[in-house]
Structure formats: structure tokens, C-alpha cells
């Protein structure tokens, strides 16, 4: 356990933001798995939107998101 106050503080920060993170990759793969199940415009609207938000708060490199994209893009056509 931290003893310094800005330690503690650090701690409460670092988990708050683990929460937000962790709910937002999560969103992020349920996405996904939907796009992959149905691959519909809106289904892919939606997780095209999720990844962009995950990219924007740093959660993923936007080369892996621009792969990802690319990956679903190509779910539709086929």
C-alpha cells in the first residue's frame, strides 16, 4: 500500500481509470463480436464508432484499429 498522499492518490486515479477502460474495451469486443455474427451496416456503423472512441482515449494503436477495420470490411463482401 502506497504511504505517500500522492501515491494514494495516484492509486484511486489509476483504478478509476482501469474501470472506464476495461468498460470500454469491453464494449469494444462486444461490438466486434456482433459485426462478426451479422455483418450488417449498422452493426458495422457502430463497432467502426467504438474502435475510433478506443483510439481517441489511447486503448489501441490505430494501426491494430485500422487492421480491425479492415478485417470487418472485408466480412461484408465476402
Known amino acids: ?3 505517500l ?3 494514494k492518490k495516484a492509486l484511486r486515479v489509476s483504478a478509476r481509470k482501469t ?3 476495461s468498460r470500454i474495451k469491453s ?3 462486444t461490438s466486434l463480436d456482433k459485426v462478426k455474427a451479422t455483418p450488417n ?3 458495422m456503423s ?3 464508432s467504438a474502435l475510433d472512441k478506443a483510439v481517441k482515449r489511447g486503448l489501441f494503436h490505430i494501426n491494430k484499429v485500422a ?3 479492415s478485417q470487418l470490411s ?3 463482401s465476402a
Open 46 to 48: 457502430g463497432a467502426f
Open 41 to 43: 451496416p449498422e452493426n
Open 67 to 69: 487492421r480491425l477495420k
Open 1 to 3: 500500500m502506497p504511504l
Open 27 to 29: 464494449q469494444v469486443k
Open 19 to 21: 474501470l472506464v477502460n
Open 74 to 76: 472485408r466480412l461484408k
Open 5 to 7: 498522499n500522492n501515491a
